[in-house]
Antibody, heavy 119, light 112 residues
Framework: EVQLLESGGALVQPGGSLSLSCAASGYTFSNYAMGWVRQAPGKGLEWVSGISGNGVGTYYADSVKGRFTISRDNSKNTVSLQMNSLRADDTAVYYC????????????WGQGTLVTVSS | DIVMTQTPLSLSVTPGQPASISCKSSQSLLHSNGKTYLYWHLQRPGQPPHLLIYEVSNRFSGVPDRFSGSGSGTDFTLKISRVEAEDVGVYYCVQSVQFPITFGQGTRLEIK
């Protein structure tokens, strides 16, 4: 069974940094694109970032480009999101998503981890 | 960016009755490889989203056959043949033919 388990969500001050991690299991991790999607309180879904199976290709929403960095460790079956220069509008539940071979649309979602940016 | 527009934004359906949600994209979702990268997800209250339909019309594993997807190019539809209580939640269409991946605003389905 495919499982995605996020961790790292926390309360952080504006301008601060935070790193999210997602541990994947139940499939051949390196064969699939991974990504992050967020959902602000009471709002819809917003794609944040994606990474190819081999980690070479990385993609970002304009809203986070230059502030967030996605990476993956295929030896540990984990994907991470390093978030810097956090702003109040980054407050959201962040979902780790599993894509498809070469395709970045979500196939499977984790349970999500809450990031709150507030002073 | 490809804009995804869903209609209606909310609907109230009697159990056993059909429901339909439209999703229109601002550009064609047909990839050069012949596939169309349009998906439908359902987010039940308090839960993460989960995949219902992939590539326009393919039901994901475990999805009841009362759910069906159709469409092509820029116009797509999700249909529920007979709504059940467990279908309550917000339905999202999403495209992944081009970055950034974009979602529709969501359609909230409630039971009458």
């Amino acid at each position: 069974e495919v499982q995605l388990l996020e961790s790292g969500g926390a309360l952080v001050q504006p301008g601060g940094s935070l790193s999210l991690s997602c541990a994947a299991s139940g499939y051949t991790f390196s064969n699939y694109a991974m990504g992050w999607v967020r959902q602000a309180p009471g709002k819809g879904l917003e794609w944040v970032s994606g990474i190819s199976g081999n980690g070479v290709g990385t993609y970002y929403a304009d809203s986070v480009k230059g502030r967030f960095t996605i990476s993956r460790d295929n030896s540990k079956n984990t994907v991470s999101l390093q978030m810097n220069s956090l702003r109040a509008d980054d407050t959201a539940v962040y979902y780790c998503t599993k894509g498809w071979p070469g395709i970045y649309g979500p196939e499977k979602w984790g349970q999500g981890t809450l990031v709150t940016v507030s002073s | 960016d490809i804009v995804m527009t869903q209609t209606p934004l909310s609907l109230s359906v009697t159990p056993g009755q059909p429901a339909s949600i439209s999703c229109k994209s601002s550009q064609s979702l047909l990839h050069s490889n012949g596939k169309t990268y349009l998906y439908w997800h359902l987010q039940r209250p308090g839960q993460p989203p989960h995949l219902l339909i992939y590539e326009v019309s393919n039901r994901f594993s475990g999805v009841p056959d009362r759910f069906s997807g159709s469409g092509s190019g820029t116009d797509f539809t999700l249909k529920i043949s007979r709504v059940e209580a467990e279908d309550v939640g917000v339905y999202y269409c999403v495209q992944s033919v081009q970055f950034p991946i974009t979602f529709g605003q969501g359609t909230r389905l409630e039971i009458k």
